[in-house]
């Protein structure tokens, strides 16, 4: 069964339902659970410069953002007596599906659980989708789940 379960984090709705499937599935399989959020600076990159001038004062608020969505997702791994650890990435070290990847194989993890917008024709092409790429690249199993609703404007 799952010993090492990666799951990808932004602290939304749907990574928290993805991250409570991961907490079922380590609990019956007496695994643990490896939390990862990526800052993905490239979105806050163009927005900074239009308004502000810089990334270099919004990047100190995604990193301790990140880290607090780290903290509290751990909190709610531990109070559910599962082994858990975290690491915080930066989009500027690659595409944020790559950086999962990489996290995957290094660890190394046996199953990757990551929820995903299920995002479909247009929107897909424009924001992409790191959950797909993960999907398509992936050496290990992958779970995707889905949020309770479509999202608005499909």
Not at 77 to 83: D, K, L, R, S, T
Not at 103 to 117: F, N, Y
Request: aromatic share 2%; glycine share 12%.
């Amino acid at each position: 069964m799952y010993q090492s379960i990666l799951v990808p984090i932004d602290g939304g709705p749907v990574s928290r339902k993805g991250l409570d499937l991961a907490i079922q599935t380590a609990k019956m399989s007496g695994g643990r659970l490896r939390l990862m959020h990526v800052i993905d600076e490239t979105v806050f990159a163009l927005t900074a410069t239009s308004y502000s001038g810089g990334v270099g004062d919004i990047l100190p608020l995604l990193r301790e953002a990140g880290t607090q969505t780290l903290s509290d997702a751990k909190a709610r791994v531990e109070a559910q007596g599962v082994h858990v650890d975290t690491v915080l990435r930066e989009s500027m070290e690659g595409r944020v599906c790559d950086l999962v990847m990489d996290e995957a194989a290094a660890w190394p993890a046996d199953l990757i659980v990551i929820g995903t917008h299920g995002r479909r024709g247009v929107r897909r092409a424009l924001l992409g989708s790191d959950a797909e790429q993960i999907l398509r690249l992936a050496n290990v199993p992958v779970l995707l789940v889905r949020g309770d609703e479509p999202p608005s404007g499909q």
